[in-house]
Every structure is written in C-alpha cells, then in structure tokens.
C-alpha cells in the first residue's frame, strides 16, 4: 500500500504545556516575578487551567504534578538585558547568568517556582566577523515624480537635507503633493522644538501643484 504524501499544514501557534501544583500561585509568580501576563483561566474557582503571555507567546500552565526533569522553555524576546534586569530585581532564581553565546543568542537561564528551566535570549546581530562594505555608482532610471521629490529633498548647495527635514518634506509629499525646494528653507530656519504640526502646515502652504499632475 503506497504511503499517501503529507497534507500541506499551515501552523503559526506552539503551546509549551507546564503541569503544576497550585494554578494560582504560578499565575502569580508567572505574571508578578516573570512579567507576563494573564490570558486566561479555565475550570472553576480555582481553575485547573491558564494561559500566561509574554509578547505575543503563550504558555499553557496546567494543574498536576510538576515535573521539570529534562523539560525547559526557551523564549526569544527583543532585550533580554532589560527582562534580565527585571527578574533579578525581583529575586528571581538565576540558573546561568546573561551571556553573548556562540550560537549567535544573548541569553540567560532562571528557574520558576515548580522548577522548570526557563531561558530568555535575544539575537546578536553584529555576531561573526566584521562585513566591509563597499558602495559602488549605479545608473537608474526613476519614475518622474520621485525624481522630483528626490531633487526638492536636496539644498541650495546640492546636498542632502538632515533627517527631520527629509522626515517632514516626505510627510507633504505622501499626501500627494510636489514640494517646492522653498520649504526646505522652512524647515531649516525653524528653531530646535518646533511644533511638526505647524510646520507641516507651513509647507503645504508652498505646494505647487498636485504629484498626480506632473
């Protein structure tokens, strides 16, 4: 008999399942010492069920008996210095203190109150060897209208203007108007903290005609 071919599976959720003791008390420690947050509670008054989230992860806690040997959670998060700093403020168990490791993660190890090895981690993105990067000229060809907005994006003396004056220059500019090199001078005579709202408004008021139209 032929094995038939596996279906074409979509799955974009994986749920660690943690047997513990008392669901209360890991919500608790889970959401107070940990920083996640409750989900939900399922199975009366006190539940035997409950989903803790960190981000956009969620973790299964359900009523058993522990049972940490060999199992362990790994989480991928945006700092973990900063989660690090957390749980040791709030006297968290360290199993292995923060670390850039080789397998390109910065990452350390805690303990919960049922004894489960927990790891948090971020990834290094500047790991291995120094990239040089080498810039060449290329020729291109552009559509009109950005080419315009290119050159209105330039100064008098032909180079680029600093990032807040290209940030506001290509604000007008999505809203589907051509700004005329003259705002820029706006934009640049403006002292340090002016409302962007005004500004804004100051430069649409130089607009000379709709993108659409060139």
């Given at each position: 008999?032929?094995?038939?071919?596996?279906?074409?599976?979509?799955?974009?959720?994986?749920?660690?399942?943690?047997?513990?003791?008392?669901?209360?008390?890991?919500?608790?420690?889970?959401?107070?010492?940990?920083?996640?947050?409750?989900?939900?509670?399922?199975?009366?008054?006190?539940?035997?069920?409950?989903?803790?989230?960190?981000?956009?992860?969620?973790?299964?806690?359900?009523?058993?008996?522990?049972?940490?040997?060999?199992?362990?959670?790994?989480?991928?998060?945006?700092?973990?210095?900063?989660?690090?700093?957390?749980?040791?403020?709030?006297?968290?168990?360290?199993?292995?203190e923060i670390a850039d490791r080789e397998y390109g993660i910065r990452d350390y190890g805690?303990?919960?109150?049922?004894?489960?090895?927990?790891?948090?981690?971020?990834?290094?993105?500047?790991?291995?060897?120094?990239?040089?990067?080498?810039?060449v000229d290329v020729p291109v060809r552009l559509e009109k209208r950005l080419s315009a907005?290119?050159?209105?994006?330039?100064?008098?003396?032909?180079?680029?203007?600093?990032?807040?004056?290209?940030?506001?220059?290509?604000?007008?500019?999505?809203?589907?108007?051509?700004?005329?090199?003259?705002?820029?001078?706006?934009?640049?005579?403006?002292?340090?903290?002016?409302?962007?709202?005004?500004?804004?408004?100051?430069?649409?008021?130089?607009?000379?005609?709709?993108?659409?139209?060139?």
């Amino acid at each position: 008999m032929a094995i038939p071919a596996p279906p074409f599976v979509e799955c974009d959720q994986v749920h660690a399942v943690l047997a513990v003791k008392d669901i209360p008390a890991a919500i608790d420690f889970y959401t107070k010492k940990l920083g996640f947050k409750l989900g939900f509670t399922w199975g009366g008054d006190p539940p035997t069920f409950a989903g803790v989230n960190i981000g956009k992860v969620q973790v299964f806690l359900q009523k058993g008996t522990p049972s940490p040997q060999g199992c362990g959670v790994t989480f991928l998060v945006g700092d973990a210095d900063q989660l690090y700093a957390f749980h040791r403020a709030n006297g968290v168990e360290v199993t292995a203190e923060i670390a850039d490791r080789e397998y390109g993660i910065r990452d350390y190890g805690v303990r919960d109150l049922n004894g489960y090895h927990l790891s948090f981690g971020h990834h290094l993105f500047n790991a291995g060897p120094p990239i040089k990067i080498e810039r060449v000229d290329v020729p291109v060809r552009l559509e009109k209208r950005l080419s315009a907005l290119l050159q209105d994006l330039r100064n008098g003396r032909g180079e680029p203007l600093p990032f807040a004056q290209f940030l506001f220059q290509l604000v007008a500019s999505g809203a589907g108007k051509r700004i005329e090199p003259g705002p820029a001078i706006i934009v640049r005579s403006a002292p340090l903290g002016a409302d962007p709202a005004a500004l804004l408004q100051a430069m649409q008021r130089r607009v000379e005609r709709p993108l659409a139209n060139l």
